[in-house]
T-cell receptor, first 115, second 109 residues
Framework: KAGVTQTPRYLIKTRGQQVTLSCSPISGHRSVSWYQQTPGQGLQFLFEYFSETQRNKGNFPGRFSGRQFSNSRSEMNVSTLELGDSALYLC??????????????FGPGTRLLVL | DQQVKQNSPSLSVQEGRISILNCDYTNSMFDYFLWYKKYPAEGPTFLISISSIKDKNEDGRFTVFLNKSAKHLSLHIVPSQPGDSAVYFCAADTDKLIFGTGTRLQVFP
């Protein structure tokens, strides 16, 4: 079974631009969660999508948004990029989502650099 | 405010010895915890979990201990191997995963 895939793996943008990242979950998984990893902050939860609906959201500004498609693939979008958005963005998939105490499987991440 | 804390950013252990990674949490309602391991350029990989109904869970060389009264958990790796060198994250599983900031383990020969 193929694992979680994320595209692109690396991205360089400039301040003020917007960016879209993509995540394909493990086949059969319906929940996709997104996390931001920055040095010293660990992994911080952005949001979770389940069956095309946002089920949970972390404490990030509205510039961060996401969506999920009927095939469970998910995208996240960051608008008006700031230098502080430079981070590794990870997505994780599971069948029912973290509320079920089910293991989440992570993709390799997209490393975003904002100049 | 960090609800899950890993106060040691790094740990260095000799091969064959025990590695002990610690994690503290603040919310006594947390009842399920996981440890993930992360290599550079890869996503975190699930290692082991523990529910609050237990105080210990073992999987091969990895054992997680949970002390609910102290709101503390620890991951023991015995014996440590060079391939264990990675960043280890503990996480509380609520309606989302709440991660600590990680501990970088280096196992040297």
């Amino acid at each position: 079974k193929a694992g979680v895939t994320q595209t692109p793996r690396y991205l360089i943008k400039t301040r003020g631009q917007q960016v879209t990242l993509s995540c394909s979950p493990i086949s059969g998984h319906r929940s996709v969660s997104w996390y931001q990893q920055t040095p010293g902050q660990g992994l911080q939860f952005l949001f979770e999508y389940f069956s095309e609906t946002q089920r949970n959201k972390g404490n990030f500004p509205g510039r961060f948004s996401g969506r999920q498609f009927s095939n469970s693939r998910s995208e996240m979008n960051v608008s008006t990029l700031e230098l502080g958005d430079s981070a590794l963005y990870l997505c994780a998939s599971s069948f029912q989502g973290s509320a079920s105490q089910e293991t989440q499987y992570f993709g390799p991440g997209t490393r975003l650099l904002v100049l | 405010d960090q609800q899950v804390k890993q106060n040691s950013p790094s740990l260095s252990v000799q091969e064959g010895r025990i590695s002990i990674l610690n994690c503290d949490y603040t919310n006594s309602m947390f009842d399920y915890f996981l440890w993930y391991k992360k290599y550079p350029a890869e996503g975190p990989t699930f290692l082991i979990s523990i529910s609050s109904i237990k105080d210990k869970n073992e999987d091969g060389r990895f054992t997680v201990f949970l002390n609910k009264s102290a709101k503390h958990l620890s991951l023991h790796i015995v014996p440590s191997q060079p391939g264990d060198s990675a960043v280890y994250f503990c996480a509380a599983d609520t309606d989302k995963l709440i991660f600590g900031t990680g501990t970088r383990l280096q196992v040297f020969p």
